[in-house]
Nanobody, 126 residues
């Protein structure tokens, strides 16, 4: 059974860092584009970052550029979101998602992603 499982969320002070992981079960993640989205209470789900199947292309939301980095760890069948210089407005549930279209162009639209994890909570607060 295909599953995406996020981990690494938690409580961190402003300016701190967290490393989120998206692990694949039942499939090899390096065949597909993977994205991270987030959803804060009372707000719509928003795009954070995406990485191509090869890892050669990445896409970031303007709000996280220069602070977040998405990468692959193919040896562990994972996609990583390294989050630095965290701000209170980064507080949200973070989800990873997979686009099953092989070789698909990176997109920020959640409608293009076919499989989703259950989410991991990130809270940035002093």
């Amino acid at each position: 059974q295909l599953q995406l499982v996020e981990s690494g969320g938690g409580l961190v002070q402003p300016g701190g860092s967290l490393r989120l992981s998206c692990a694949g079960s039942g499939l090899t993640l390096d065949n597909y584009a993977i994205a991270w989205f987030r959803q804060a209470p009372g707000k719509e789900r928003e795009f954070v970052a995406a990485i191509s199947w090869s890892g050669g292309s990445t896409l970031y939301a303007d709000s996280v550029k220069g602070r977040f980095t998405i990468s692959r760890d193919n040896s562990k069948n994972m996609v990583i979101l390294q989050m630095n210089s965290l701000k209170p407005e980064d507080t949200a549930d973070y989800y990873c998602a997979l686009d099953k279209a092989y070789g698909a162009t990176l997109t920020a639209s959640p409608n293009e992603y076919d499989y989703w994890g259950q989410g991991t909570q990130v809270t940035v607060s002093s």
